[in-house]
């Protein structure tokens, strides 16, 4: 059985950091790319950053380039994002989720791609 689980959200006040992780459970991340999405109130489910399973390429949103970092345990089974600098527009429901469509590239533009989603876990950004 297939089962994600995100942990590390919190409150945090602004320029601050948080580590989010991603365990995985029932796959193997050799297998499936992961991303990470965002969900404020309101607003659209966005995609933050994902890691290919091949050769574990990344990607990332514009707003967090240089700020947000993406990574794996080894052979291990969870999935880290990094956060620094945090902006209060980082504010959020935090999402990890696999899939298997294309573990050459990994995309976060296309959420519809990815075939399991774990609960989320909140990141809210303030003073």
């Known amino acids: 059985q297939v089962h994600l689980v995100e942990s590390g959200g919190g409150l945090v006040q602004p320029g601050g950091s948080l580590r989010l992780s991603c365990e995985v459970s029932?796959?193997?991340?050799?297998?499936?790319?992961i991303g990470w999405f965002r969900q404020a109130p309101g607003k659209e489910r966005e995609g933050v950053s994902c890691?290919?399973?091949?050769?574990?390429?990344?990607n990332y949103a514009d707003s967090v380039e240089d700020r947000f970092a993406i990574s794996r345990d080894g052979a291990g089974n969870t999935v880290y994002l990094e956060m620094s600098t945090l902006k209060s527009e980082d504010t959020g429901r935090y999402y990890c989720?696999?899939?298997?469509?294309?573990?050459?590239?990994?995309?976060?533009?296309?959420?519809?791609?990815?075939?399991?989603w774990g609960q989320g876990t909140q990141v809210t950004v303030s003073s």
């Open positions: 029932g796959f193997t991340l050799d297998d499936y790319n």
């Open positions: 989720a696999a899939s298997s469509i294309n573990p050459v590239v990994c995309t976060i533009d296309s959420p519809d791609e990815y075939d399991w």
């Open positions: 890691m290919s399973s091949s050769d574990g390429g990344t």
